[in-house]
Every structure is written in structure tokens, then in C-alpha cells.
């Protein structure tokens, strides 16, 4: 009898120690780009928040907060590395005004054909380890870099029908600013840097004609075709690099485990993301070419190529600002190079 006892009493204790401590469970708290009922947002919180709980059998989980809901858009950086947050899923072209690399590595403007190029160029080509010492150097090492890359290429918004670069000039156009905005400026456009959660108002208001905004299928879910009726897609312009950052300290104590489970969460979420919005943004298309609402304009291969030669002017010129910037422009090239995507 007491031979049993011990055995079960021997179980019991290997039981315990396989199984999370509650007390040691950390949930990590991020902040998104995406608006709270967005779709980007929703297959955040619904679908992949629950994987990374299950994946490490309790041990993180992760709350996916939606855009200003503890801080400004543009203040993660130092919510992060404060440990106000711990972490985020932004936009890195958010924190071009620190310095012009972030522009460069959040979204160099007509640069790349599709999604899996830019994500690879941030997993592979040097993007990752540009934007860790951008962040090294305005936080003095108090964030660490998951990684980078973009979802969709995004849809152009837009309340006029814009079907030529020409047919840019005066229209105001909201844009992140850096790049994006330069690129538009050139381009015949007046820029206005608002947060995606304005957008809709700001078009419905005539506060602004069009805007760099979503993938098609964010834009939808947020309403933006009740009010812009000429959408462009497939896009002109933007594949926006969104980060994975996490307070320095809170990733040291995750461990060697820990980290690695959300390494590949982070991609294997990302991955799905593109995919499944490369599907509902062809769902979207193709339901309002077949209706009389909404007017999709896709441009011709002639007006794509001025775009991106009006484009490549920019990054030469936004790239000279800082060294972290034309290191980060050469390292797109280098990798464009190498894949053919340049001669």
C-alpha cells in the first residue's frame, strides 16, 4: 500500500512540473496597427492569439489591442521599450520622422511585385537586422526585433477615379509621412498624414480625396466604399511593412524556448495572413466589378512603370538623409539585385 501511494504520489509531482505555472504564465500585451473590428484585426484576436496559448500550453499567451488603445500610433516604440507595452504589431513607416530608415524599410514605394519578395527581403536580405539597429539606436538596445514584413499589397482609396499619374495632380491624398508621402508629392498629389482609424472620416468629410490605406479587404470591412467609390487595385503602391518588436526584458525572459515558440508563431501567422487576404481581397474585386457601386480601376503597365520611375528618384534622395537610411537602401538593392528583381 505504501509502495502504491508513493508511485501515485511520484506521478502526481511529474504532472505538476510538466504543467505551466500559472504564476510564471506571462501574456503579452501588443499594440496593432489595425482598428478593432478591422479584419487584419479580428484574424489577430480570433484565430491566432489562441495558437500561441496553445502552443506553449499556457505558458504565453498574447492580447492583441487595436490601434491608440494605450498609446498614439506613433509612440509604440517607447511604450515598448518603457515596458508600458510589450510589444507591437505596427507599421514601421510609422517612425519615419526619427529617422528616414524607417521610411526605407517600412515601405519602399513601388519597389516590389509581391508580398513574399518583401518578407524575404526582411527575414534574409537584411531588413530584420537593419531595423534591430534603428532600434538599438533610439532605445538603447531596450527592444528586441521578432521580425518584419508585409501582409497584402495594399488597395489605393479613393473618392475620384485616378486611372493615370497625371491624374494625381491636386488630389489630397492621406499618406504616412517620409516616403510615401515624397512619392505622392512627386507624383502631382498634396499629402495629409493621418492614422488609419481616421481614414473613413476624413474621405466622408472631403477632408482628403483618396488615401494610402489597407488591403482591399481591411478597407471593405471598414466601410471606406461607401463613401470611395474608385478604388485601385491591384494597388500602385504600398506593401506595408508591419514589425514584431518585444520590450528587451520581457523577450530575455521568455528563455530559449519561449523565444523560438514565438519566432514561429510570428511566421506562421504572417503566412497565413497573406494568404487568406490575398483571397478575400479577390473576393472583394471581384464582387464589385460584378456590381454598379463601386468602380475598381486597375492601371495599366505603362502608368505603373512611370509611378515607379518617379519612385526610384525618391529613394536615392530619401536614402541620403542618414547612413541607417542608405544602408537600408543599399541592402534592397543588393537583394533586388540578387533575385533579379534589378540588374
Not at 501511494?5 to 510538466?18: D, H, Q, R, T
Not at 471581384?286 to 509611378?307: H, L, M, S, Y
Request: a neutral charge; hydrophobic letters at 45%.
Amino acid at each position: 500500500m505504501f509502495k502504491k501511494s508513493l508511485i501515485a504520489l511520484s506521478l502526481g509531482a511529474l504532472v505538476l512540473s510538466a504543467a505551466p505555472d500559472s504564476a510564471d504564465a506571462k501574456t503579452l500585451k501588443v499594440q496593432a496597427s489595425s482598428k478593432a473590428g478591422d479584419w487584419a484585426h479580428r484574424f489577430m484576436t480570433d484565430k491566432w492569439a489562441p495558437k500561441l496559448d496553445a502552443m506553449t500550453g499556457g505558458e504565453i499567451k498574447i492580447d492583441v489591442l487595436p490601434t491608440k488603445a494605450v498609446v498614439p500610433h506613433r509612440e509604440t516604440i517607447d511604450a515598448v521599450a518603457n515596458g508600458i507595452l510589450d510589444g507591437d504589431l505596427n507599421a514601421v513607416s510609422y517612425f519615419s520622422g526619427r529617422d528616414p530608415a524607417f521610411a526605407i524599410i517600412g515601405d519602399l514605394i513601388a519597389g516590389y511585385d509581391t508580398v513574399d519578395q518583401v518578407r524575404t527581403f526582411c527575414e534574409y536580405g537584411g531588413g530584420k537586422e537593419i531595423l534591430q539597429k534603428l532600434y538599438d539606436k533610439y532605445t538603447k538596445g531596450q527592444v528586441h526585433v521578432v521580425g518584419c514584413g508585409p501582409y497584402a499589397k495594399e488597395a489605393f482609396v479613393s473618392t475620384v477615379p485616378i486611372r493615370t499619374v497625371a491624374d494625381f495632380a491636386g488630389v489630397k491624398v492621406r499618406s504616412p509621412e517620409g516616403l510615401a508621402a515624397e512619392v505622392f508629392k512627386r507624383a502631382g498629389a498634396s499629402p495629409v498624414s493621418l492614422p488609419f482609424s481616421e481614414v473613413y472620416t476624413a474621405l466622408e468629410k472631403k477632408v482628403i480625396d483618396a488615401a494610402d490605406a489597407s488591403a482591399h479587404v481591411n478597407n471593405n470591412a471598414s466601410g471606406m466604399y461607401k463613401v470611395a467609390k474608385f478604388p485601385i487595385y491591384p494597388g500602385i503602391h504600398s506593401m506595408a511593412v508591419l514589425q514584431f518588436i518585444v520590450n528587451k526584458k520581457v523577450w530575455d525572459k521568455l528563455g530559449e524556448k519561449g523565444q523560438t515558440a514565438l519566432e514561429v508563431w510570428y511566421q506562421a501567422a504572417y503566412d497565413a495572413m497573406r494568404r487568406e487576404a490575398d483571397l478575400e481581397d479577390q473576393a472583394v474585386a471581384a464582387e464589385q466589378r460584378a456590381g454598379n457601386d463601386v468602380t475598381v480601376i486597375d492601371w495599366a503597365p505603362e502608368e505603373r512603370a512611370k509611378f515607379r520611375e518617379i519612385a526610384v528618384g525618391a529613394w536615392s534622395d530619401f536614402a541620403a538623409k542618414s547612413p541607417l537610411a542608405q544602408e537600408a537602401l543599399d541592402a534592397h538593392l543588393k537583394y533586388m539585385k540578387s533575385t533579379g528583381l534589378l540588374k
